[in-house]
């Protein structure tokens, strides 16, 4: 299976590399990270970086289209080579994803219209704006659209996914290997259990907003 992991500056490190942890182990699988120009991609941090070796027009087919998000999501969702690109490479797909505001990219695309869709909980009103029908899910399935909200969501729809592709049995073996066994410090992960005035403190410097 052909992988193709999407970069672009500013993006948010967790969203691309814990998918890339769980999906990579699909065997015989290929994963590519692509951008727009090669070189080094940086995270919205900075100070991590991810060199990328091959370009979008390198790229004309793919089995899995992972899309992440981060700060520099909506100035790539502005760039028209990129959108014309996840539009094009998605008629090769049978699998096309995202990750937190990732999903963003998609439905720019027009690929989630009228669709369930997920993406962080700071975005969920520009996903509806862009014509995706907005869920608070973990990750939401529809057809080969796979979306996942903020961040770390982004391991548990992988691991699902690879479940789907591969069967259940090798899903957990990733799992087991990746020692993916969540056991926050606190509980308040999501707007449904954080404290009022933990989100009061958040929201106006989320990054995923604009």
């Not at 982004?154 to 957990?172: K, T, V």
């Amino acid at each position: 299976m052909d992988i193709t992991i999407l970069l672009f500056d500013r993006f948010t490190a967790l969203d691309a590399i814990g998918p890339y942890e769980v999906l990579s182990r699909l065997p015989g699988a290929t994963v590519t990270f692509v951008a727009r120009t090669r070189g080094v991609v940086r995270t919205d941090v900075g100070s991590l970086g991810v060199e990328v070796a091959t370009t979008l027009d390198e790229v004309a087919r793919t089995d899995l289209l992972l899309v992440p998000g981060g700060p520099g999501e909506a100035q790539e969702r502005a760039v028209s080579e990129t959108v014309e690109w996840v539009r094009a490479i998605d008629a090769t797909t049978t699998w096309t994803t995202s990750v937190c505001t990732g999903a963003l990219v998609l439905a720019q695309a027009g690929l989630l219209a009228g669709r369930p869709a997920t993406t962080h909980w700071g975005a969920l009103h520009v996903l509806e704006r862009l014509g995706a029908v907005p869920v608070e899910s973990r990750y939401v399935e529809s057809d080969k659209y796979w979306t996942a909200a903020g961040v770390s969501a982004g391991i548990d729809m992988s691991l699902a996914l690879l479940a789907r592709i591969a069967g259940d049995d090798l899903a957990q073996m990733v799992q087991l290997g990746i020692e993916y066994d969540p056991d926050p410090p606190f509980v308040g992960g999501s707007t449904r259990s954080a404290p009022a005035h933990i989100r009061a403190a958040l929201e106006p410097g989320l990054r995923y907003a604009d």
